[in-house]
């Protein structure tokens, strides 16, 4: 497939799942992450032991995995305010759109994380985006980032390609393609050190990983590991 990738990680099962899939089709892989006022630190701190344990899965992964960037667009999770970025309740609003909806959130991850694609010399950014499981986020669809790749095709003057493996998969398939990917020990791996929970709780262990067990993210990723074991 293609020689460079750029992965957006956030340290979540999904971007996790991401990064394995990366490092198993392109030559060379880095990551970028963005902080935009989340209330929790806690991805941010399990950025680097889980970028280090999953490149450590396979001889041949190890040297793909190049440099991690973290970037600072807080004063954008200012302006689109959301339960995210703020103390406000996890709730559904009038929209229909959760207030966990930080709109346009996958734009401007995309258009930065473009800029430093163009700079490192990389032609795919690689994303999580799931339009199957999840509340409709509108920019997660395939549409939207079908629109985005060619605006920043078109802006760059170079191909971008935006690949997202998950967008069609549950996210029971999302367990099952990371099984497929690196077998029990990257589940294992991604059960330990990725992070999914909005509310940042890594004091209480499930059978899928860390987590408060009852906000609207860690409800998914307990549906989905209780899927996936069911079969
Ligand atoms: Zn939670």
Redesign the pocket.
Known sequence: MTTTALVLFSAGQDSATCLAWALDQCERVETIGFFYGQRHAVEMTQRAPLRDAIAALRPSWTPKLGGDRIVDIAGYGALAESALTSDRAIEFEASGLPSTFVPGRNLVFLSIAAAHAYRIGADTLIGGMCETDYSGYPDCRRDTLDAMQRALSLGLDREIDVQTPLMHLSKAQTWSLAHDLGGDSLVDVIVEQSH??????RTQRHDWGY?????????LRAKGWAQWRAK
């Open positions: 999914t929970c909005y509310e940042g709780d987590g408060c067990g009852a906000c609207p993210a860690c409800d």
